[in-house]
């Protein structure tokens, strides 16, 4: 061995105890570290059958009817359908930066999206988002349609945000350790804003390759609502008794533009008089005076 490298033992054994140390310290800033935990969790599936199966919540339905039939209604049971059940992500999937072909080809880079319109994306590796970018490419609603904000994506993924959720567990208002199958665990953050904060949105969402920005909501209502003495939360607005309709339905316009007109009231207060500039020429006038006031938490509309 050369011998310039040659160290005594003492020194030798000092810098293997300061390299574990280290290690012992990386170990614990990761594990502490909700960002670094949050971003990669342990479990990978590799089929989109998988991940459906993950977070699928067609068994709540049986004691939970109501707010099941309430959400099945709901904007959350279909993110990636727009307005006349069309696949509104097709667009982005085949112009502009995020396009690509054949479906394939695509990684989880493709979705930026899916951070908020399907975070259960993150449990599952590029070969999933293969799988769905190829489906959309191919138009499968059949397919697509199975992919929603489900109750466990609120009530487990969204429901802590120091740390990471536990694994089979429910989070709602209260503990309930004999709840079927699944124990519940009461999570603060189920009557906070941040829970619906976390998707609707700040933005701009600037840790993608492609920025997107799409909801803001949140951010008007942290900086025009409360500051202007807002006391309600997102909660007690749009989920009185535990509603999970969660309106407006963009698809019922009827009931959008009655739930407009109330959200909305519009005040009109008009003048009319004749105006005479010289002897025989009288001009009808009009003086019209609107007033729209909301009463919605943050702007209208958003997006
Ligand atoms: C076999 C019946 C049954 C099934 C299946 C079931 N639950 Fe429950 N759940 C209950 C009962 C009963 C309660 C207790 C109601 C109470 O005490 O207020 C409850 C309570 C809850 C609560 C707590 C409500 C609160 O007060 O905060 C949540 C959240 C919940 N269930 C979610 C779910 C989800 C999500 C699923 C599907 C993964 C599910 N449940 C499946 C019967 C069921
Ligand atoms: C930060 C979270 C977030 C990201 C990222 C995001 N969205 Fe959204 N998006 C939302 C939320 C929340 C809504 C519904 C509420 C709203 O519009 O205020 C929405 C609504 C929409 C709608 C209207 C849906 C409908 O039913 O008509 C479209 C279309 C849309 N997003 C497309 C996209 C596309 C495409 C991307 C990626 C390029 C994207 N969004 C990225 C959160 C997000
Ligand atoms: C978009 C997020 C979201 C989704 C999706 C969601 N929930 Fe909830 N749920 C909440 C929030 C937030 C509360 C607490 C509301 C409150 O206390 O004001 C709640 C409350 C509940 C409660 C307690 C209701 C009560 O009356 O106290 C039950 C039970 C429940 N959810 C079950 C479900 C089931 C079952 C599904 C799927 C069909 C589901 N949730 C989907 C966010 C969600
Ligand atoms: C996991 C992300 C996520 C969470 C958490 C979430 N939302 Fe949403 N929400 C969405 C997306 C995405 C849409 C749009 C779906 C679509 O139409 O394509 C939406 C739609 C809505 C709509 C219908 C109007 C519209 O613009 O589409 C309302 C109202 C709404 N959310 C309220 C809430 C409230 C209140 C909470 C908290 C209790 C909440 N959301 C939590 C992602 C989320
Ligand atoms: C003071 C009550 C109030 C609060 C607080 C509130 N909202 Fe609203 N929100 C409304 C009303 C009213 C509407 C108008 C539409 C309707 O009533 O259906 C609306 C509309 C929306 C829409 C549809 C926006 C559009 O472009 O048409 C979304 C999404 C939404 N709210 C989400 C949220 C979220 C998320 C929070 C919390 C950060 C929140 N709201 C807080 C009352 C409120």
């Known amino acids: 061995m050369n011998k310039k490298y040659r160290l005594p033992t003492i020194v030798k054994s000092h ?32 089929s989109l059958a998988e991940l459906v199966k993950m977070f699928d ?4 339905k049986e004691c939970h009817k109501k707010i099941y039939e309430q959400w099945e209604k709901s904007h ?29 080809k695509a990684t989880k880079y493709n979705f930026p999206c899916f951070k908020c319109h399907f975070p259960q994306i993150k449990y599952a ?22 992919l929603n904000i489900s109750c466990l994506v609120c009530h487990n993924e969204k429901a802590v945000v120091h740390g990471r959720p536990e694994k089979n567990v429910i989070y709602g208002n209260k503990d309930i350790i004999d709840h079927p199958k699944t124990p519940v665990k009461k999570s603060p953050l ?24 799409c909801a803001t909501l949140y951010g008007s ?23 999970h309709y969660m309106p407006p339905n963009f698809n019922n316009r009827v009931e959008f533009s009655e739930r407009m007109r109330d959200a909305l009231p519009m005040q009109v ?25 909301s009463k919605a938490g943050h702007r209208i509309p958003d997006g």
């Open 15 to 46: 810098r293997v105890t300061v390299i574990l140390i280290l290690l012992g310290m990386t170990l614990v800033l990761f594990l502490d570290n909700p960002a670094l935990a949050k971003g990669e969790p342990e479990v990978q599936v590799n």
């Open 57 to 60: 919540s067609s068994s709540c």
């Open 76 to 104: 959350h049971a279909r993110p990636l359908m727009g307005l006349n059940d069309q696949i509104f992500i097709k667009g982005y999937l085949v112009r502009g930066p995020l396009a690509v072909k054949p479906g394939e």
């Open 125 to 146: 590796t590029d070969l999933v988002a293969a799988e769905i970018a190829d489906a959309v490419l191919k138009d499968d609603k059949e397919t697509i349609r199975k």
């Open 190 to 213: 189920l009557k906070n804003s941040l829970l619906c904060g976390q998707c609707h949105g700040l933005g701009p969402n600037l840790e993608f390759e492609t920025p997107v920005q």
């Open 221 to 243: 209502y942290l900086h025009a609502y409360i500051p202007s003495g807002g006391t309600e939360t997102c909660q007690q607005c749009h989920m009185k008794d535990g509603d």
């Open 269 to 293: 207060r008009t003048l009319a008089y004749s105006f005479q500039p010289k002897e025989g020429d009288v001009r009808p006038m009009v003086v019209v005076n609107t007033k729209i006031t």
